[in-house]
């Protein structure tokens, strides 16, 4: 079967770093997707990993380990406004084919 | 246009009414995607079209629901005989090839 996990909430102060895990099972894979979306919006793109390693973009990075089905999203110098719910998705076997999601972190970030 | 747009924004229906949700994905876009999003749940695939290829219906929950892709460009999603249980967000997403999918703002529907 299909299965994306992540915790359902988080909460960290502003400054700080936090790490949002996330492990798979999939019957096939072609790359992990990170998402952002804030209450009553929709999601956002955050950042895409195929192969094994680190991606990094500003004050978010991405990193995947396919052997071990596993990902993280680490999200640093944290803002109030990076309170929101945060989307593992897992692309199957074909490139262009849709996404299979995780049920979301949801992050709070307080002062 | 500048991004994907869905609508209506929120529909509210009786039990056992059809209901139409409209997308326009981000143009030249090849790949358009419908999820729903129900509370407490991830985003659940429904129906994917890709170019002129038949579309991948194995997301639908039932026979109640169908879509269609005009042109290569607008969807409809189509529910029909509305039950409760199909209250949720529908989002419509859009990609070029096997980049990124943007999704637009969703749509709200309410099934009394």
């Known amino acids: 079967g299909q299965n994306i996990d992540q915790p359902t909430e988080m909460t960290a102060t502003e400054g700080a770093i936090v790490q949002i895990n996330c492990t798979y099972q999939?019957?096939?894979?072609?790359?992990l997707f990170w998402y952002q979306q804030h209450a009553g919006e929709a999601p956002t793109f955050l950042s895409y990993?195929?192969?094994?390693g680190l991606e990094e973009k500003g004050r978010f990075s991405s990193f995947l380990s396919r052997s071990k089905g596993y990902s993280y999203l680490l999200l640093k110098e944290l803002q109030m406004k990076d309170s929101a719910s945060y989307l593992c998705?897992?692309?199957?076997?074909?490139?262009?084919?849709?996404?299979?999601f995780g049920k979301g972190t949801t992050l709070s970030v307080s002062s | 246009g500048a991004g994907v747009s869905q609508s209506p924004s929120n529909k509210v229906t009786e039990k056992g009414k059809d209901v139409e949700l409209r997308c326009d994905p981000i143009?030249?876009?090849?790949?358009l995607y419908w999820y729903r999003q129900s509370l407490g749940q991830g985003l659940e695939f429904l129906i994917y079209?890709?170019?002129?290829?038949?579309?991948?219906k194995s997301g639908l929950p039932s026979d109640r629901f169908s879509a269609e892709r005009t042109g290569g460009s607008v969807s409809t999603l189509t529910i029909q005989r509305t039950q409760q249980e199909d209250s949720a967000v529908y989002l419509c997403?859009?990609?070029?090839?096997?980049?990124?999918?943007?999704f637009g703002p969703g749509t709200r529907l309410t099934v009394l």
């Open positions: 999939t019957s096939g894979f072609n790359g």
């Open positions: 998705a897992v692309r199957g076997y074909q490139a262009g084919t849709a996404l299979i």
């Open positions: 997403a859009s990609s070029l090839l096997d980049n990124e999918q943007f």
């Open positions: 143009s030249g876009h090849t790949a």
């Open positions: 990993n195929v192969l094994d």
């Open positions: 079209f890709q170019g002129n290829s038949a579309p991948d």
